[in-house]
């Protein structure tokens, strides 16, 4: 099952994603529908005309999940790519919900910055409540999954040993297009990044260090996570940073994320005014 968040006059509503468009499911964003228990029977009895509606529509996925979690160096790739050893815990640190935009929305490059990255990622969607889980819990509270670009301001992002000054700018973290149920991800599929439809990232989830579960189960051992939170799981090979000399995100250009059996983030990159 596929499920989105389309924008409306009246607010989002809940859809789920057929073939030829979309059934409505009601009023409210993903991240409301998960609050209920029987969310995945709502959703799959839905039932009505299907409906078209236009990519911009789309907003991000869950616009304002209680928590953004993100992880670092989690792709074996990236790693030796940054000169790191293989942790051996999650490296962790957050978003706010105000850096999010929908899956065609423009990326909007701060004009404080220059070095503007991109991140392609695989997102977890967490489905119910759980604290200090197993991996048979962790694996049961997912409720699927969706695409996550963790653009990155680097020259900010190393003022510091911390990152977050680098990762949280408002709106630069298209989110989308829609939440797949985990039957529908299979588990080497392929993830890219393209920029002008030259591929710049291209590898599989399978290359993550920390899987989805291994990560509810580690976070969830800090914080309880709830329905509607996300966790970003980190990105592969082939940024900008890493290349000789550094490459980075320009206005004008076409910042295009896929995971085979999700679906693709389509963001024109344009500068923000500064005002």
């Known amino acids: 099952m596929k499920l989105a968040t389309l924008r409306t006059s009246d607010g989002f509503r809940t859809v789920r994603i057929e073939e030829g468009g979309y059934i409505d499911i009601g009023p409210g964003d993903v991240g409301d529908l998960l609050t209920r228990v029987d969310w995945q029977a709502v959703a799959a009895r839905a039932d009505g005309p299907v409906s078209e509606a236009a990519p911009s529509f789309l907003a991000p996925v869950v616009p304002r999940p209680g928590k953004i979690v993100c992880v670092g160096l989690n792709y074996r790739t990236h790693i030796t790519e940054m000169g790191r050893d293989l942790p051996d815990h999650p490296t962790l640190f957050a978003k706010f919900p105000e850096t999010l935009i929908g899956p065609y929305d423009h990326l909007a490059l701060p004009p404080e910055s220059d070095a503007a990255d991109w991140e392609a990622e695989l997102a977890v969607v967490v489905g119910r409540s759980v604290r200090r889980a197993d991996r048979a819990t962790a694996e049961a509270a997912i409720a699927g999954y969706t695409i ?59 290359d993550l260090l920390f899987d989805a579960a291994d990560l509810v189960a580690y976070v969830s051992t800090i914080v309880t996570l709830n329905p509607g939170d996300l966790i970003a799981t980190g990105t592969t090979g082939g940024v900008g940073h890493a290349r000789k000399p550094p490459r980075y995100l320009r206005p004008g250009q076409t910042m295009v994320t896929r995971i085979e059996g999700i679906g693709e983030l389509v963001n024109p990159v344009r500068r923000e005014p500064l005002s």
């Open 148 to 206: 996550l670009n963790d653009v990155s301001l680097r020259d900010w992002q190393f003022r510091t040993k911390e990152w977050l000054q680098g990762k949280t700018w408002e709106s630069t973290t298209p989110l989308g297009p829609c939440l797949v149920t985990p039957d529908e991800l299979a588990p080497d599929a392929e993830i890219n990044c393209t920029i002008d439809d030259e591929v710049v990232q291209k590898s599989t989830i399978g």
